[in-house]
């Protein structure tokens, strides 16, 4: 656990659900790029997850979570989420919708609660790392609590 003024939102609400993770610190590299920052916490970048957050042509909201490794593939997770066509949002209107910055968006704890599908690859882990909300700073939780805190939703999303 970290120290208790090191705590993210993420880490605070996990607390209060009683979900047990484990944080990572690197604060100090102010790293963002995924597969750094896998290196860094000496993690399996296919276990590392980056959030990505769209808008379908519907005006619907979608967050997708895929490997720091791997890229979106937006026609995939437009048909896993019914959408005719999806865009990633600007990185300009991240912080207005979310609550989070580029680099330190996390699937817990947005402003609003949209529908959220991990790449299907997370089921091979017990527990994946994700961002816990703030730029230097990640948790890893095990699958089955998160799905149960966040209602996870699996899908093929990658290219």
Known sequence: MAK???????MR????????YTAYDFEKTGE??????AALINANPEQ?????????ASGQNYVFDIPVCKELDLK???LAVGEKSIHMIPAKDLLALTG????????????????????????SF???????GKIGHQVQVQLKDLNQFIKINYADLIK
Request: net charge positive; glycine share 6%; aromatic share 6%.
């Open 48 to 56: 590392v997850f980056k959030t990505l957050v769209t808008v379908a």
């Open 13 to 20: 609400l996990l607390d209060q659900a009683n979900i047990s």
């Open 4 to 10: 208790k003024n090191k705590k993210t939102n993420v």
């Open 76 to 78: 995939k997770a437009a």
């Open 126 to 132: 017990e527990s994946v790392i994700i961002s816990a």
């Open 100 to 123: 989070y910055v580029h680099g330190g968006c996390s699937p817990i704890g947005m402003k609003k609660d949209f529908p959220k599908v991990f790449d299907m690859t997370a089921q």
């Open 32 to 37: 963002t790029r995924g597969e750094k920052v």
